[in-house]
């Protein structure tokens, strides 16, 4: 029986190997029993685009179910987003999202929501983790689940209260929509066009190979978003992740913008455009250009660890108004204390609109107050990253040197801040067989330079393994 351990926000593991039928089974079962030991009842399935998604959602319902439990589940894939907010909207106890979200396609996995529509705490993973080990695997015949919800319409009523009709009625946009072959193919879309804006959708087939791209929006995965963009003379080209809770853009210039951006620009857009005035989370690795913007608005700055739950919880203390990490996941907490690609691309389009610029221009206008940075970031896929981190640890001085004088942040991997300006960052994923090594400094060139100096270093200290 395969152990199972919750992460920063539930399970993932290789379909076949360590995730399939038997595992979500008793998943669901904890997750069941957890429900029932805090008085709930209601538990709300979703699921994405990945192999046997659908069949192991309906798997985890007909469980949970046999548990006593009243579930529903989503009559189609949705994004996560959508999932967590009609938990959250429709008073559910707990909502499962059966997704690997921008893991490789081998992979699938279990999210688990809170009643609040976000990730739970860790006392709750933990807590999660001690009933898994106590349920045994049973080899129990998957059947179809019929009891359904259209929770795709709850979200599009729900997020009208962020969308300003009259703006978006002022001038027609042209749109390049990514999804990636993810579940949030369709969605964003039919916002769009509804709100009278010509879209242009790729990659929009459930192919659980996603075209051969890992589902993540980041610069190497999304030539063919730059070339849609570029061939159709779009205005924006938004990328979403495999299950759409993580954006990256394309300028009008068929050019990648990255979530350290998209963060920093919805920041100025809640605070100048919407008035708001609250406390902005963001996690350890993300960019500097975030410490400047509050600095400017005189905003309250919290830096978390890793992994979206963290700012969560911060959320639910009530003065967080925004949230982002560097992997691309933004959350508003008007809407719901979670990432959402689908609502962060809505208000960068409104924040065009508003101020009749484009979405290069508007970059501009933030580089105005934070000053241009360069990020970077490699991923080391490496047979055991807890090995490669801790050859990391126990020679950090002798890598980092020549490299100028630094400061350490040690809460979520090794940062090291230079006392001139930037950052370099190395930490094992949580989620996968990778470390990654981060940079950020106000030259282009030193980033790329720094970040391919260290791995030659760390690869020389692992015998050339890397």
């Known amino acids: 029986m395969n152990k199972i351990s919750f992460g920063t926000e539930g399970y993932r593991g290789i379909i076949g190997y360590d995730f399939n039928f038997q595992t979500v089974e008793r998943i669901a079962k904890a997750i069941s029993e957890y429900i029932r030991e805090n008085k709930g009842k209601k538990l709300l399935i979703g699921y994405d685009t990945r192999f046997l998604s659908k069949e192991f959602a309906q798997h985890a319902a007909n469980t949970a179910a046999k548990q006593g439990l009243e579930v529903l589940l989503s009559e189609s894939f949705c994004p996560s987003p959508v999932l967590s907010n009609a938990t959250k909207g429709l008073h559910f106890n707990g909502g499962i999202m059966i997704t690997a979200s921008h893991n490789p396609p ?21 807590r999660l983790s001690e009933l898994v080990s106590k349920t045994p695997g049973e080899d129990t015949q998957p059947d179809e689940f019929n009891e359904t919800i259209d929770i795709k319409y709850i979200y599009r009523q729900d997020i009208e209260r962020f969308i300003d009709r009259k703006l978006h009625g002022k001038k027609r946009l042209k749109i390049v929509i990514d999804p990636m072959h993810g579940s949030g193919q369709g969605l964003l879309s039919h916002i769009f066009e509804d709100l009278g804006h010509e879209v242009i959708e790729i990659r ?3 192919n659980p190979y996603f075209g051969g791209t890992n589902p993540e929006p980041i610069d190497e995965n999304l030539a063919p978003l730059k070339e849609a963009v570029r061939k159709n003379k779009a205005d924006i080209g938004i990328a979403l992740d495999g299950d759409a809770d993580r954006i990256a853009l394309v300028n009008e210039d068929a050019e990648y913008v990255d979530a350290h951006r998209v963060f920093g620009l919805l920041i100025m857009y809640l605070v100048e455009e919407m008035g708001m005035n ?49 992997s691309g996941g933004i959350g508003i907490a008007a809407h719901i204390p979670e990432r959402d690609g689908l609502l962060a691309g809505i208000l960068i389009t409104q924040m065009m609109l508003k101020r009749k610029k484009s979405l290069q221009e508007l970059i501009e206008a933030m580089y105005a107050v934070t000053g241009r940075y360069y990020y970077r970031r490699k991923d080391l896929h490496v047979g055991n990253p807890g090995t490669v981190y801790d050859t990391i640890m126990r020679n950090k001085d002798r890598l980092m040197v020549n490299f100028g004088n630094y400061e350490t942040d040690d809460r979520d991997g090794y940062k090291f801040i230079f006392k001139n300006g930037g950052f370099l960052m190395a930490r094992a994923s949580g989620t996968e067989p990778v470390v990654r090594i981060y940079a950020e400094l106000t030259e282009k060139d030193k980033a790329e330079t720094l970040v391919d100096e260290f791995i030659k270093r760390l690869t020389a200290l692992t015998g050339g393994t890397l």
């Open 106 to 126: 081998k992979y699938n996995g279990i999210k688990f929501k809170s009643h609040y529509g976000g990730a739970v705490p860790t006392e709750v993973t933990n």
């Open 278 to 326: 609250g406390e902005v989370a963001k996690t350890v690795s993300s960019t500097e250009m975030i410490n400047k913007l509050c600095a400017h608005y005189n905003l309250k700055l919290h830096t978390t660890k890793i992994g979206f739950k963290y700012i969560c919880e911060l959320m639910q203390q009530g003065n967080v108004m925004i949230g982002g990490e560097e």
């Open 204 to 206: 929009n087939t459930v």
